[in-house]
């Protein structure tokens, strides 16, 4: 049998969110047609990045260093940690350029239907982090959800008594996109509030 | 039931499924508990999009003879957490895993479905969720058939008497006994009345939990691990 390479990059593709077979089919004819120069540098971009990105050591945002960008930006408040979800809402906190804090990604939220506890969410690293980095204000990030609502609660629970603030969620940030409606956006107006 | 037919339910949990869709464990008043698809829910514009969430009664129609559904239509009685945290959502977190895991799939129930509406109503009223918990799994235990028998001992079949003092046994009930008592037997009269204000609230709460995990069946409550520090 032949090998069909065409194929094979198209197929390739469609593991892409929203990718389907026909814009993977678009995809790969731009690659190879119009574009194999950046087609070339995205390649080894690509190879690159999932070889030498792991976890930041600190805050467990995506980084190809031990430390993520934020982590080892010595002008940043090293007092506040926001606490999101996912890396996206460390992306989609930056671009606003409104927060001058540090981050914790705990990559998920409490969830007991499916087994997703304190442990996988790293929460004991992070309260170490408050402890030893004298950390003076939390902003809760989590997902207005009942179980971003308990995933914060139970932060809150377990940490000595500092500033303790909820972001007002609903302008989609990051991966909660699908919980977001004009109730949401209301709430989001009001502006963070100390809990 | 006919296509266009609308249907009462609760959202008890959803997952994604591919890119854009989301698969949701309803409660239906009239079917009992079922797997419904939203193809395409994940999308801004899609019709579904927002209205999955846990805990909001929503109206809906649906198509298919399978065992998976698929989501035709919704609409909803908005439902709207306060930005305020509160140990309430640790409560509805362990409500809907019990809804998950000790409910049959296809079984109408419609006082189940009225117990656990109240339920949801209620919560949002009230501030203290203890004895909101106890009675909602003591008549949730009762309408799986589980329920506990509050009206006579377990060896001499005889009516609990308030001056005597017992144990409890798991899946069998309240046995008379001076050594190391659960209840003394005006505490299990109040259970039955459902005045638990002067009853030991650990006890009762060891009551309801050895009973569920008897209906469990080996089954772990996550959420009881979870939550377990913190309860306290
Ligand atoms: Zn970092």
Redesign the interface.
Same mark, same amino acid.
């Given at each position: 049998m032949t090998k069909d390479l065409l194929n094979d990059l198209i197929q390739a593709l469609t593991i892409l969110?929203?990718v389907g077979k026909k814009s993977a089919q678009r995809m790969a004819l731009y690659l190879l047609d119009k574009n194999k120069q950046g087609a070339k540098i995205m390649a080894s971009t690509l190879l690159e990045a999932v070889e030498d990105i792991s976890r930041c050591k600190r805050c467990r945002m995506l980084t190809s260093n031990d430390l993520c960008r934020v982590c080892s930006d010595l002008s940043r408040d090293d007092k506040s940690i926001c606490i999101v979800e996912s890396p996206s809402d460390v992306l989609a906190i930056e671009s606003t350029g409104g927060y001058k804090g540090k981050y914790f990604v705990l990559l998920g939220r409490?969830?007991?239907?499916?087994?997703v506890?304190?442990e996988e969410l790293g929460i004991d690293e992070l309260l170490i982090i408050i402890e030893s980095e004298g950390i003076e204000e939390l902003i809760?990030a989590t997902s207005?959800?009942?179980?971003g &609502?308990?995933t914060?609660? @139970?932060i809150? &629970?377990h940490i000595p008594d500092i500033k303790v603030s909820?972001i007002?969620y609903g302008i989609?940030i990051g991966g909660e996109?699908? @919980?977001? &409606?004009s109730?949401?956006i209301a709430?989001a107006i009001?502006g963070r509030?100390e809990? | 039931m006919s296509p266009n037919e609308w249907e009462e339910c609760f959202l008890l949990h959803q997952r994604s499924y591919g890119d854009t869709s989301i698969i949701a464990e309803i409660f239906t008043r009239k079917s009992g508990k079922m797997s419904v698809i939203a193809r395409g829910a994940k999308k801004p514009k899609s019709k579904f999009f927002g209205y999955l969430v846990p805990f909001s009664k929503l109206q809906i129609t649906y198509s298919g003879r399978s065992e998976l559904k698929t989501l035709t239509n919704i609409d909803r009685e908005i439902f709207l957490l306060d930005n305020s945290l509160s140990k309430k959502s640790y409560s509805l977190l362990y409500i809907n895993e019990l809804m998950i895991k000790l409910l049959p799939k296809d079984a109408a129930n419609e006082d189940l479905f009225n117990l656990y509406s109240k339920f949801i109503e209620d919560s949002l009223k009230l501030l203290e969720m203890e004895f909101l918990l106890r009675n909602f799994e003591i008549d949730l235990l009762d309408m799986l058939g589980y329920g506990i028998n509050f009206q006579t001992d377990i060896d001499a079949h005889e009516p609990i008497d308030p001056s005597t003092d017992y144990i409890f046994i798991a899946e069998r009930g309240f046995q008379a006994s001076s050594k190391n008592p659960d209840f003394s037997g005006q505490d299990i009269i109040n259970i039955r009345n459902r005045n638990f204000t002067d009853v030991p609230s650990n006890k009762l709460k060891q009551l309801t939990q050895a009973t569920i995990m008897f209906c469990l069946e080996g089954k772990d409550l996550n959420s009881r691990q979870i939550f377990r520090r913190l309860q306290k």
């Open positions: 969110p929203g409490l969830s007991p239907i499916e087994g506890g304190p809760l207005s959800t009942v179980e &609502d308990a914060g609660m @139970y809150k &629970d909820r007002s989609p996109l699908e @919980y977001v &409606d109730n949401t709430q009001q509030t809990v | -």
